[in-house]
């Protein structure tokens, strides 16, 4: 069973930069699963943020491709995301998830953080 | 506007049948797996089903899942008020380079 739980910042002022942590126990960051974050915003649907292989592949969704970074953390078993120049438009539950291979083969979000609510206002 | 399309509410009596739908396209469903989550009020989502028609260990094989074409289906048979949630699908989009997921259907088991 793998579990993971987000961290961060729950404000956000407006052109700031977004930063979230995803520590996750009952797996190695370096194993063979991709790290992925997910938003979705109040009463809204899932958006697919991006994902990263633990070598440092990435894929980010073409609309925050500009405004996103991953990093990794091997000695603490955790991933991080970084989004930059946010606005309201931004405000969104974040979830960082599991995934056996990448999603461009076969999306499928087989673990889930709890999520975390990050609000973008002055 | 979510680049799949489910319909926004289904309703079914417990122990019934209900399906979900989720219409997409030739670079989307058309071309790739499909995912299915289950997201209850204030939780995550759920993996229910996942390429196309795989069930991950722990999930009852009342969950189904199938495609033809641009479409795919969530089926749930003997409906529990336990199911009542947030059904979402999703796929990869190769023309976007994006996962793509469906804007959500609520199920209500009356």
């Known amino acids: 069973q793998v579990l993971l739980q987000e961290s961060g910042p729950g404000l956000v002022k407006p052109s700031g930069t977004l930063s979230l942590t995803c520590a996750v126990s009952?797996?190695?960051?370096?194993?063979?699963?991709?790290w992925n974050w997910v938003r979705q915003s109040p009463g809204k649907g899932l958006e697919w943020i991006g994902e990263?292989?633990?070598?440092?592949?990435?894929n980010s969704n073409p609309s925050l491709k500009s405004r996103v970074t991953f990093s990794v953390d091997r000695s603490k078993n955790l991933f991080s995301l970084n989004l930059k120049s946010v606005t309201a438009a931004d405000t969104a539950v974040y979830y960082c998830?599991?995934?056996?291979?990448?999603?461009?083969?076969?999306?499928?979000?087989?673990?889930w953080g709890q999520g975390t609510l990050v609000t973008v206002s002055s | 506007q979510s680049v799949l399309t489910q319909p926004p509410s289904v309703s079914a009596a417990p122990g019934q049948k209900v399906t979900i739908s989720c219409s997409g396209n030739?670079?989307?469903?058309?071309?790739?797996?499909v995912s299915w989550y289950q997201q209850l009020p204030g939780t995550a989502p759920k993996l229910l089903i996942y390429?196309?028609?795989r069930r991950p260990s722990g999930i009852p094989d009342r969950f189904s899942g199938s495609k033809s074409g641009t479409s795919a289906t969530l089926g749930i048979t003997g409906l529990q008020t336990g199911d009542e949630a947030d059904y979402y699908c999703?796929?990869?989009?190769?023309?976007?380079?994006?996962?793509?997921f469906g804007g959500g259907t609520k199920l209500t088991v009356l």
């Open positions: 390429e196309t028609d």
């Open positions: 999703g796929t990869w989009d190769t023309l976007s380079a994006l996962a793509v």
């Open positions: 998830a599991s995934a056996l291979t990448s999603v461009a083969l076969a999306p499928s979000f087989e673990y």
């Open positions: 009952g797996a190695s960051i370096s194993s063979s699963k991709w």
């Open positions: 990263f292989y633990h070598i440092g592949t990435t």
């Open positions: 030739p670079s989307n469903i058309g071309h790739n797996y």
